[in-house]
């Protein structure tokens, strides 16, 4: 009796312990293995020697300086880019993918950087592109396609009309469409390369709320943003890369916002405010009442009464929400709005009302855009052509352009701003996002404006690339330029600016001084929750 008593527990404990055993030696597949990945774009090491997992229903966030090969990664799981060295494996299965067919028939989706839709078709047509439905027939069967896009975007938790052309649609619901394509196409791994760099605040929470649900149905998602809070946000785990090369891949809990920057850089990054001992010179820029109105419109405005002085060797900035009239101020300011605005602007003490941007130019202003694929960047253009484009006529040498000047003064952007490229002939587009920004900065400093207007200059640029252009702002006003700066992230603004100006829904709902900067505040202003009477 006794030994039986003995023996059967003992028996089951060896069982549980080898069952245990086999289990611990045999952990499960993960989703996507990425082995030793190379990618050499002729001479530019694009990814060297990669290797990472990614395990079923994570949120894995991917995280490096511009340039670092996140994106370049990517079209590599995505099919886009189907030339490169080493092996993909999913599901424990190795694949080699012709293109982007290939890889989302083993359920894989990537909303890209930049968006990808056709913009003069339908939504439901964008939906459905490349697999359109058809009636049995030769006949394109419309109505099920819209039906089935309702649904899909109704899951979503978003009500756009799949009729619509997508060209009417802003950014964030251009993103919804991509998303509900990858839901249409059943995907399993969701890759998400920087959707928020060109959201509003309540659509980065929409996309939050969709992602939730995504990982609540088991989907699997790679999330890259230069954004640290949401990349602590949701994430299980974080894989970081320089410079081609995978750094670590770690639990999001094992790591501070801190530790991932430094890991990204290689190095620490100073935040502190940099506006110290800053000596404002004479009034640069002085504007009154300046209204605009919406096109079409009499008494609706985008901006109203606005007032304002911006001296030389001193920054303002301008904060608001998205919508609030910050870039249409701007614009205004470079005489690129297309109705003329009313009201005063006073340059360097005379009254100017420029009715076209060279106009403004000529008056001694530059603006950094903050749509770069639309105004920024001369996409079929190289480097050198992008930088010097505004200023051939000072490159020229008996009436010719001479190319020594032009090499030697894009060389001189190019270490200037530390654009990171294979040289000046590569074309633009071979650029990362953040380097193609400084290449676009590096455009108006050449055209020595006394007047600097930039619009969310560092969106989409990493936090090395950030700090840099802080530095840059800094000199500038130190030199005397005078800059107005709007931002979508406000500790940048409390980081360069001597001032910040709030705007709320078109009209001026603040102002604050350095001593008097705070977050809550100026969000309180932005947000219309006090209004300043004076204003
Ligand atoms: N088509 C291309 N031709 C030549 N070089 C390229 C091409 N695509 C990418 N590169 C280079 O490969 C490197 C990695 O670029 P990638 O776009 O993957 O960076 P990233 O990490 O996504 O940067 P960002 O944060 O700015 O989006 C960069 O040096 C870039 O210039
Ligand atoms: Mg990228």
């Known amino acids: ?20 055993l086999e289990y611990v030696k045999m952990p499960s597949t993960p989703l996507i293995e990425i082995k030793h990945i190379s990618k050499n774009f002729g001479g530019v090491q694009a990814l060297r020697d990669v290797s990472f997992r990614v395990e079923r229903g994570e949120m894995h966030a991917l995280v490096g300086e511009n340039g670092a090969g996140k994106s370049t990664l990517m079209k590599i799981l995505s099919g886009v880019q189907t030339d490169y060295e080493g092996a993909l494996i999913i599901n424990g299965t190795p694949v080699k993918f012709n293109g982007t067919r290939d890889a989302e028939a083993a359920g894989i989706s990537i909303i890209h950087q930049e968006l990808n839709l ?20 030769w006949f394109l069967d419309d109505r099920a396609m819209e039906r089935e896009s309702a649904e899909l975007l109704g899951q979503l938790d978003c009500d756009i009309n799949p009729r619509q052309r997508v060209s009417e649609l802003r950014v964030g619901d251009q993103q919804l469409i991509e998303i509900a394509k990858a839901l249409s196409l059943d995907a399993e791994l969701i890759i998400m390369d920087e959707p928020t760099s060109a959201l509003t605040e309540s659509e980065v929470e929409r996309l939050f709320r969709v992602i939730d649900q995504l990982l609540a149905r088991g989907k699997t998602i790679i999330y890259i943003s230069h954004k640290m809070e949401e990349i602590f946000r949701r994430s299980e785990r974080i894989t970081i890369m320089r410079d081609g090369t995978h750094v670590t891949t770690k639990r999001c809990a094992e790591l501070s916002p801190k530790e991932v920057t430094h890991l990204m850089v290689g190095r620490e990054i100073e935040s502190t405010a940099l506006g110290k ?21 009499v008494r609706q405005w985008r901006l109203k009464d606005v007032n304002l002085e911006l001296k030389r060797g001193e920054v303002v900035g301008v ?6 009239g910050r870039t249409e101020l701007l614009e205004c300011l470079f005489g690129a709005t297309d109705v003329a605005p009313q009201g005063r602007i006073v340059l360097e003490g005379n009254d100017v ?17 903050e749509d770069r694929k639309r105004l920024g960047l001369f996409s079929h253009m190289n480097i050198r052509e992008n930088i010097t484009l505004c200023t051939l006529s ?52 050449r055209t020595e404006p006394r007047l600097l207007l930039l619009d969310d200059p560092t969106r989409g640029v990493d936090v090395g690339a950030k700090a840099e252009i802080y530095q840059i ?10 800059l107005l700066m709007t931002s979508s992230e406000l500790p940048e603004l409390m980081i360069v600016c001597d001032r910040i100006l709030v705007l709320c829904e078109g009209r001026l709902t603040g102002e604050f001084t350095r001593d008097q900067f705070s977050e809550a505040a100026i969000m309180e202003a932005a947000t219309g929750s006090v209004t300043t009477a004076a204003m």
């Open 1 to 20: 009796m006794t030994t039986r008593n003995t023996l059967v527990p003992s028996v089951l404990w060896w069982f549980n312990q080898s069952f245990l």
């Open 353 to 369: 009302s420029f009715k076209h941007p060279a106009e403004a130019m000529a008056a001694g202003i530059g603006l950094v855009t």
């Open 118 to 137: 056709v913009e003069n078709l339908t939504v439901a047509a964008n939906i459905f592109l490349g697999r359109e439905k058809t009636n049995g027939g």
């Open 473 to 482: 702002i800094d000199e500038l006003c130190r030199e005397g330029m005078g």
């Open 319 to 324: 904060a608001g929400l998205m919508g609030a």
């Open 277 to 297: 001992n800053r000596q404002p010179g004479e009034t640069l820029l002085k504007v009154e009442n300046l209204s605009l109105p919406w096109p079409g419109h």
């Open 394 to 445: 000072s490159l020229t040498a008996s009436g010719l352009i001479s190319s020594r000047q032009e090499r030697e003064a894009t060389g001189a952007s190019i270490r200037k701003l530390g654009v990171k490229a294979a040289g000046p002939e590569a074309p633009i587009l071979s650029l990362s996002g953040g380097n193609q920004q400084k290449c676009v900065i590096a455009r108006w400093l």
